[in-house]
């Protein structure tokens, strides 16, 4: 397994900074985010993606996958039509993002039925949520098909999908292999174990994200940095090697750091130490 970070742990630096310390603290990737403006924002252009590839790649840095937050506010189960096309135009552009970077997954929000730390949110009923999530992805799946990229569904605090035999089954139902599992390993310790997600999805996970929860803690301010909280790391490698899964492992830290830019140094040195269990 290769180690990489997601561009959002690294609070206040340009993307080219970040590429340069998560080279300086022995990451072999960064996992870039589309966001709404800049560099790489929905109006960015092959050549703005072009300029950083090629950063990246004179760092000797690979960029495995592409994530993005837009479809909080923008989600695939909408009750408005057109913010349901909005989304699906994000995961679009993440597939072209994906093949200007060479990476192979994108990562996408599978849709919201309710979202806890959004105010003012009204919940979408489940079964409706769920039958806009499968028309969107059958749509999605025969562009992800054309592309080569493989779309992850993440886990996330969306209230959707909430069981590992729940997305397993979902996954199936779509039956293409390029709609998988982007699984992450913090997000379910608030209601589950992540090793049992991880046998039971199989080979139907493309990437992980590793970052770490304090159940005593709970709510957001229970995500911490890796190996202080309460997810089972032994566990965790037990788990992926029983499905042998030889991909990508990638830290998402955030806010909760309180030194950032050391953070990222002893993220990596936690995930040296975990990827010899």
Not at 105 to 118: D, E, I, K, R
Not at 159 to 166: A, G, Y
Not at 193 to 200: F, G, K, L, T, V
Request: charged fraction near 20%; proline fraction near 4%; include cysteine.
């Amino acid at each position: 397994m290769k180690k990489a970070i997601n561009y959002w742990s690294f609070a206040g630096k340009t993307i080219k900074e970040s590429m340069q310390l998560a080279k300086q603290a022995g990451f072999d990737g960064i996992e870039l985010t589309l966001e709404e403006n800049g560099q790489t924002g929905l109006n960015s252009t092959a050549s703005d993606w072009a300029e950083l590839s090629e950063h990246a790649q004179q760092l000797g840095l690979q960029v495995p996958s592409i994530a993005t937050g837009l479809h909080w506010g923008n989600p695939i189960t909408a009750n408005d039509p057109e913010t349901r096309k909005k989304a699906i135009q994000i995961v679009e552009k993440q597939l072209e993002m994906a093949q200007a970077f060479g990476a192979d997954s994108v990562l996408v929000v599978p849709g919201l039925v309710a979202a806890v730390f959004m105010p003012g949110f009204t919940p979408i009923r489940y079964d409706i949520a769920y039958d806009r999530a499968f028309e969107a992805f059958s749509y999605l799946k025969e562009k992800a098909e054309t592309a080569k990229i493989k779309i992850g569904l993440e886990n996330v605090w969306n209230q959707f999908l909430l069981s590992p035999l729940e997305m397993r089954d979902f996954i199936d139902k779509l039956n293409s292999p390029y709609i998988k599992a982007y699984f992450d390993v913090g997000n379910v310790i608030h209601i589950g174990y992540p090793e049992q997600w991880i046998e039971i999805l199989g080979d139907r996970i493309c990437k992980i994200h590793f970052k770490d929860y304090k159940r005593s803690i709970g709510g957001l301010d229970g995500f911490v940095e890796i190996l202080a909280g309460d997810v089972n790391w032994r566990n965790v490698m037990a788990a992926l090697k029983s499905i042998n899964y030889d991909d990508w492992v990638t830290a998402e830290i955030g806010a909760y750091a309180a030194f950032p830019e050391q953070s990222i140094f002893n993220t990596a040195a936690a995930m040296d130490k975990i990827l010899t269990l």
